[in-house]
């Protein structure tokens, strides 16, 4: 069956350090691929998405490229906040299935 | 502004009872999930609904039970059958279609946690 695969965490960076949150995946066919984040005591956001090969996608510095040739979705930032500190969660859909989530990977940015 | 509504944020319950997490969306979603989250383990899908009056078992649904008689609500009931219910419970939302704009994409509550005492 379809799966997610993060790094496992915690990941503790000092403010603009490059970071990066491998994530891979195994599905049949042409899945679309998400990241989300939750802060916090908090529920989960969006945070970007792709839905076929080589898309890029990104928001608020973030960046992550859908790879078929690797089943990866690997999340960047090139100079991370400490307001990133929170949890990410990569994701995986494909037509007549619930999204199916990653463990998660929780990020701690120190100043 | 449009969203989802999740309560009580906070419940305790007694080993035996059962309990029910609410949960409503105003967004005019088809589709609506519940999932829960423990330390380490992600997410995972207990229901899911894509229209009224049906719905899906997902991953772990032993122990709970959810109705979907209106399309704005989807309340989630926890029963004496779950045998390991303290976790922080999820609901989400999202429109339905194939290739449409935004299909897929998941707007969540946020968040109730049960714990058990």
């Known amino acids: 069956g379809n799966s997610v695969t993060q790094m496992e965490g915690p990941v503790t960076l000092s403010e603009e350090a490059f970071l990066t949150i491998n994530c891979t995946y195994t599905?049949?066919?042409?899945?679309?691929l998400f990241w989300y984040v939750q802060y916090p005591g908090e529920g989960l956001q969006l945070l970007l998405k792709a839905t076929k090969a080589d898309d890029k996608g990104s928001n608020k510095g973030f960046e992550a490229t859908y790879r078929k040739e690797t089943t990866s979705f690997h999340l960047e930032k090139g100079s991370v906040q400490v307001s990133d500190s929170a949890v990410y969660f990569c994701?995986?859909?494909?037509?007549?299935?619930?999204?199916?989530f990653g463990k998660g990977t929780t990020l701690s940015v120190s100043s | 502004d449009g969203g989802i509504t999740q309560s009580p944020k906070y419940l305790f319950r007694k080993e035996g009872q059962n309990v029910t997490l609410s949960c409503e969306q105003n967004l005019n979603h088809d589709a609506m999930y519940w999932y829960r989250q423990d330390p380490g383990q992600g997410l995972r899908l207990i229901y899911y609904s894509q229209i009224v009056n049906d719905f899906q078992k997902g991953d772990i649904a032993e122990g709970y039970s959810v109705s979907r008689e209106k399309k704005e609500s989807f309340p989630l009931t926890v029963t004496s059958a779950q045998k390991n219910p303290t976790a922080f419970y999820l609901c989400?939302?999202?429109?339905?279609?194939?290739?449409?704009?935004?299909?897929?994409?998941?707007?969540f509550g946020a968040g109730s946690r049960l714990t058990v005492l």
């Open positions: 599905a049949t066919g042409y899945p679309s």
């Open positions: 989400a939302s999202s429109i339905v279609g194939r290739g449409a704009s935004g299909a897929n994409v998941l707007t």
């Open positions: 994701a995986l859909h494909q037509a007549g299935t619930a999204l199916i």
